[in-house]
């Protein structure tokens, strides 16, 4: 079975992610993120749909960060994968999925 990911637009500045967020699908989840992040204002992206991840997809999650924060725009990721919160607490991360970043 191949990894698959998928991105989608679920009502004004919200986001919906759902599949695997990890090395197989990073690539594309990057790409397609970044196309749906707002140029401004604020973006929730919803994570209860992810099925599996990895570093990789911390990773992805933080160049959202990243590129929302240039783009003036704030975001919020909501029900993050006890998975992820793992891997960003061994990483010192946490705090930058944890709650709202940008802005």
């Known amino acids: 079975m191949t990894a698959s990911f998928g991105i989608a637009a679920a009502g004004q500045d919200r986001l ?3 599949g695997e967020l990890s090395f197989a699908t990073a690539g594309q989840a990057l790409r397609d993120g970044l196309a749906l992040l707002p140029s ?3 973006c929730t992206i919803d994570l ?6 990895d570093s990789a997809g911390l990773a992805v999650l933080i160049e959202w960060l990243s590129v929302a924060n240039e783009r003036g725009s704030m975001l919020a990721f ?7 919160r793992a891997i960003a607490r061994i990483s010192d991360l946490e705090e930058l999925i ?6």
């Not at 909501?78 to 992820?84: D, R």
């Open 16 to 18: 919906v992610a759902r």
């Open 40 to 42: 401004a204002g604020r």
């Open 48 to 53: 209860a749909g992810i099925t599996a991840a």
């Open 78 to 84: 909501e029900a993050v994968p006890a998975q992820l």
């Open 98 to 103: 944890a709650g709202q970043s940008g802005g």
